[in-house]
């Protein structure tokens, strides 16, 4: 009787651990989310890198059209005092060594010969019937 008296007084066995389950829906929206914030950073970066890459292109690009103009015009003008001028004065030299001044033609003369070549049948109604 005193074993069942004292009986419900004693402690209960302590039940023996159970595996936590983790919850794998948590886990799911944790790791979606992770991807998520990783894919929108590239795409911000993506679009940050080609916007930088179009600015950076025009920029070097103006530049390089400034210096090559610069370039170009000091070009032009040494070639002009060393090389242009001298052979425009060769080429006009040349020029009135092969085209001696003649005296001009008058009006009688001009006259002359276009009668001369419409007497040949190569003026006026040649090829025409």
């Known amino acids: 009787m005193v074993e069942a008296a004292t009986r419900p007084?004693?402690?209960l066995p302590a039940p023996p651990p159970e595996a936590a389950?983790?919850?794998w829906d948590a886990v799911a929206?944790?790791?979606t989310s992770q991807?998520?914030?990783i894919s929108i950073g590239a795409a911000a970066l993506a679009v940050g890198a080609l916007l930088g890459g179009i600015a950076w292109g025009r920029i070097i690009g103006r530049q390089a059209e400034r210096e090559a103009r610069q370039v170009a015009e000091q070009e032009v003008e040494k070639w002009i005092k060393d090389e242009g001028i001298p052979m425009l004065r060769r080429e006009v030299a040349e020029f009135q060594q092969t085209f001696p001044r003649e005296r001009p033609i008058s009006e009688a003369d001009v006259e002359a010969m276009?009668?001369?070549v419409g007497e040949n049948g190569?003026?006026?109604f040649d090829g025409k019937e």
């Open 29 to 31: 929206v944790s790791l």
């Open 35 to 37: 991807a998520n914030a």
């Open 9 to 11: 007084c004693q402690p």
């Open 114 to 116: 276009v009668a001369a």
């Open 122 to 124: 190569k003026e006026g």
């Open 21 to 23: 389950n983790p919850n």
